[in-house]
T-cell receptor, first 115, second 112 residues
Framework: ETGVTQTPRHLVMGMTNKKSLKCEQH?????MYWYKQSAKKPLELMFVYSLEERVENNSVPSRFSPECPNSSHLFLHLHTLQPEDSALYLC??????????????FGQGTRLTVV | DQQVKQNSPSLSVQEGRISILNCDYTNSMFDYFLWYKKYPAEGPTFLIS?????DKNEDGRFTVFLNKSAKHLSLHIVPSQPGDSAVYFCAASLQGAQKLVFGQGTRLTINP
């Protein structure tokens, strides 16, 4: 149990669907992140939130829309995705963004398949 | 441009022997390096880290070595155990930056 919980664990959606991924942490951390892991590629950072404010958006297409309503919850809203968006989406949290030299805690990920 | 590279996608090691996982980086400004371990259907978990001011950090069976001149780090696991079978990710960070840069991962298999 890492303290970071992601739901759902698996998601299959059509290209015209709208769905949301949820991440929850009760570690008292102030920073949360969305990562994407495609097959045979490094983990790619998508979004960074610090104290519920987005501080980084790594050139992610607008069909991915993050939301951080409070420091414990992070959502990734998905709309009109493409098959190439199929990947493992990982949420992570850390004490704060200035302390990346402490380890981040990852959730188990959501395996997304776009059909 | 991939700043952190793990050139071996997979590695098989006999139980009890030493496992050596390698990682190369291109950005000399990286100041902190971490290794994560990932089991199937789970998120990565932190394993061990090293600051750029050090060249070695040891934690039980795990030792990380850093060679700044070669921009290379390695993770040594000795003795290797079946439970060590997993994907290992190398990651690097810049002071003041807000992210880790990950390598592609190396799948380690420990054979009985």
């Amino acid at each position: 149990e890492t303290g970071v919980t992601q739901t759902p664990r698996h998601l299959v959606m059509g290209m015209t669907n709208k769905k949301s991924l949820k991440c929850e942490q009760h570690l008292g951390h102030n920073a949360m992140y969305w990562y994407k892991q495609s097959a045979k590629k490094p983990l790619e950072l998508m979004f960074v939130y610090s104290l519920e404010e987005r501080v980084e958006n790594n050139s992610v297409p607008s069909r991915f829309s993050p939301e951080c309503p409070n420091s414990s919850h992070l959502f990734l809203h998905l709309h009109t995705l493409q098959p190439e968006d199929s990947a493992l989406y990982l949420c992570a949290s850390s004490q704060d963004i200035a302390a990346w030299n402490t380890e981040a805690f990852f959730g188990q990920g959501t395996r997304l398949t776009v059909v | 441009d991939q700043q952190v590279k793990q050139n071996s996608p997979s590695l098989s090691v006999q139980e009890g022997r030493i496992s050596i996982l390698n990682c190369d980086y291109t950005n000399s400004m990286f100041d902190y390096f971490l290794w994560y371990k990932k089991y199937p259907a789970e998120g990565p978990t932190f394993l061990i880290s090293i600051s750029s001011i050090k060249d070695k950090n040891e934690d039980g069976r795990f030792t990380v070595f850093l060679n700044k001149s070669a921009k290379h780090l390695s993770l040594h696991i000795v003795p290797s155990q079946p439970g060590d079978s997993a994907v290992y990710f190398c990651a690097a960070s810049l002071q003041g930056a807000q992210k880790l840069v990950f390598g592609q991962g190396t799948r380690l298999t420990i054979n009985p």
